[in-house]
């Protein structure tokens, strides 16, 4: 376990950004004590400091998790959020996407949203813009990239594809062994 380099900082940073714009700072300037970012095996961990002493005294080969993993860096260096980073990512999102229940099922599923089934809309999200995924009672489903702009939105046809999906709730149960590990 260990801190991010510079270069793994950066990129870790402008894709939080990307969803919650300049509310990363509230991540680890929290009230309740102060957190950071760790790295383990390619993946990264918010975690308070002080587990974060209490994880020292275990060795790195079998560390296997600490904190809430964040998501991991690809082979190819570019940073891949995870689902278990939604809880986090969700009270500071600029951007949302509220569906319909009609396309609930279909998004946890792991299928891009269709103009069919999109309820509401942030203003101003542009297109290619990180957005986090609720359905009608604002409970968050996953998250996304915007495949049009909000102005777009209004004038497409009912199966264009509006948000790119990322990772939903359902990657709980498909992809279990995979998450942390």
């Avoid at 969803?19 to 929290?30: A, C, F, P, S």
């Avoid at 951007?95 to 069919?116: C, D, R």
Wanted: overall charge positive.
């Amino acid at each position: 376990m260990r801190p991010l380099t510079d270069e793994e900082t950066k990129i870790f940073f402008e894709k939080l950004t990307k969803y919650i714009g300049e509310n990363v700072r509230l991540l680890i300037d929290r009230p309740d004590g102060a957190y950071c970012f760790r790295l383990q095996r390619d993946r990264v961990f918010y975690v308070s400091e002080k587990l974060l002493k209490h994880a020292v005294s275990i060795d790195r080969d079998h560390l296997v998790s600490i904190g809430t993993c964040f998501g991991k860096f690809t082979k190819t260096r570019k940073f891949r959020l995870h689902i278990t980073a939604l809880d986090y990512l969700a009270p500071y999102a600029q951007y949302k996407i509220w569906l319909k229940p009609t396309a609930e099922q279909q998004f946890v599923y792991g299928n891009h949203i269709m103009k069919s089934g999109l309820g509401r809309i942030s203003e101003s999200t542009a297109k290619y813009q990180g957005v986090v995924v609720y359905n009608m009672a604002d409970i968050p489903l996953g998250f996304g990239v915007a495949a049009k702009a909000t102005s777009e939105c209004r004038h497409a046809e009912p199966m264009a594809i509006v948000c790119f999906h990322q990772a939903d709730v359902g990657e709980y149960i498909r992809a279990e062994d995979t998450l942390v590990g």
